[in-house]
């Protein structure tokens, strides 16, 4: 069997909680959306944000295979609470805004997807706008268009930047940025892929409904700063060997929906399949003499960064 180690502070505090010396944390409600393209023919690495043809990039997650599936990736900085160092997918927690019934919206209602990730209506309208939202956040990209049919084209612009950054220290309200834009969601660009509770043993914990998402024609991601100091496109595959190889670190719902996607071809084969949604959570085992966290067994050992 495989672990995700729990070592010294980390260590005592699982053997705290699952000795009931210490309460487990609450979680928050959170939303992530895995950002797929196309991947460039013609060879060379995963480039970095700003799309085909970018230069910089993130050592270790790229590789040298080209076409199939990319996703877009943010390397934390290694400061943050959370996930520090890790390469994760843009998203966050659900702010109380994202619930306004105000968002304009266009595709599968709150009451559907509510249905889809066993939520109520007021938390799925909020998971959505939060999928969004910190999308655009995080990557610069934006699931709206002026109308239920179109996408904005180029989100690029200083006024676009300056509605971004109200957006991340909440001085404007995912409602009002949209109406303020003439803009309506597009829920029908998400698709759900996942449900990740982060373990007991954890001193941050997120309930997170997991999204996918193609990157609009005409939009490019760009390095927005911010909790990330590093961002990439990479391929599933060539971003796990980074993780086996000890080049990036990955967190286990980061590690385990890359190794899905290495089974489709096309962004179009990943929006089209239909999956089940069931909630996972991985726990606590002991694994050649240390604790671990765990699931399905599938976990390679990965030391933290």
Do not use: N
Not at 271 to 292: F, K, N, S
């Amino acid at each position: 069997m495989g672990g995700f180690p729990l070592s010294g502070a980390d260590g005592e505090r699982a053997r705290d909680i699952l000795a009931g010396r210490a309460r487990p944390a609450p979680t928050r409600d959170a939303a992530t959306v895995v950002l797929l393209r196309e991947g460039a023919e013609g060879g060379g690495t995963a480039g970095s944000a700003g799309g085909p043809g970018g230069t910089g990039g993130t050592e270790g997650a790229g590789g040298p295979e080209s076409g199939g599936v990319e996703v877009y990736l943010l390397r934390r900085k290694a400061a943050m609470a959370f996930a520090a160092g890790a390469y994760v997918f843009p998203g966050g927690s659900v702010d109380p805004r994202d619930a306004d019934h105000a968002v304009a919206w266009a595709g599968p209602s709150p009451a559907e997807w509510g249905e889809v990730f066993g939520a109520d209506e007021k938390l799925a309208r909020g998971l959505v706008c939060a999928a969004v939202r910190e999308t655009f956040e995080e990557s610069g990209v934006l699931l709206a268009g002026s109308s239920a049919t179109s996408v904005v084209a180029d989100t690029t612009g200083d006024d676009w930047e300056a509605d971004r950054l109200a957006l991340i220290d909440r001085s404007l309200s995912f409602a009002d940025f949209l109406a303020g834009r003439g803009l309506v969601l597009r829920s029908d660009l998400l698709r759900p892929w996942a449900h990740w509770i982060t373990p007991v043993v954890e001193p941050r914990r997120f309930d997170t409904r997991f999204f996918v998402a193609a990157l609009p024609a005409g939009q490019r991601t760009r390095d927005v700063g911010g909790e990330a100091d590093q961002v990439t496109w990479a391929r599933p595959a060539d971003a796990l060997a980074g993780a086996r190889d000890g080049r990036i670190f990955l967190m286990p719902p980061t590690y385990r929906t890359l190794g899905e996607l290495t089974g489709y071809a096309t962004v179009a084969d990943v929006l089209t399949v239909r999956r089940e949604i069931v909630t996972l959570m991985p726990e606590v085992a002991e694994v050649d003499g240390e604790l671990c966290l765990v699931l399905d067994g599938e976990y390679f050992r990965q030391g933290r960064p």
